[in-house]
């Protein structure tokens, strides 16, 4: 399993980016993928993911009304807008997908992830 993550990069308060993340090496139809991030000094916390079989979709607080998540399965590809973006939305991005039946409602456990992109950079500026 590989997934490989692009379109981070340096922004302004109030600003956008749209993160992709391509996926490959597997064909299972049950899955979960998403976004997770990390900032300096900080845990990593889920930001945002969909289960393949439903599209059922996980938010954090933190980005509801902000970030929308969608995927196209065609080009396997997971996607991540970001609008109205915050200093505090600075970190490091990653795209990470799990084949186990996690719990969509609650806060994604990273532990429940076992595949992990690389990560990319995201920062915003005040």
């Known amino acids: 399993v590989q997934l490989v993550e692009s379109g981070g990069g340096l922004v302004q308060t109030g600003g956008s980016l749209k993160l992709s993340c391509v996926w490959s090496?597997?064909?299972?139809?049950?899955?979960?993928i998403g976004w997770f991030r990390q900032a300096p000094g900080k845990e990593r916390e889920g930001v945002s993911v969909?289960?393949?079989?439903?599209?059922?979709?996980y938010y954090a607080d933190s980005v509801k009304g902000r970030f929308t998540i969608s995927k196209d399965n065609d080009k396997t590809t997971v996607y991540l807008q970001m609008n109205d973006l915050r200093p505090e939305d600075t970190a490091t991005y990653y795209c990470?997908?799990?084949?186990?039946?996690?719990?969509?409602?609650?806060?994604?456990?990273?532990?429940?992830?076992?595949?992990w992109g690389q990560g990319i950079q995201v920062t915003v500026s005040t």
């Open positions: 969909i289960r393949n079989s439903d599209d059922k979709i």
């Open positions: 090496g597997f064909t299972f139809d049950d899955y979960v």
């Open positions: 990470a997908t799990t084949f186990y039946n996690v719990r969509i409602g609650a806060p994604p456990r990273v532990y429940d992830y076992d595949y």
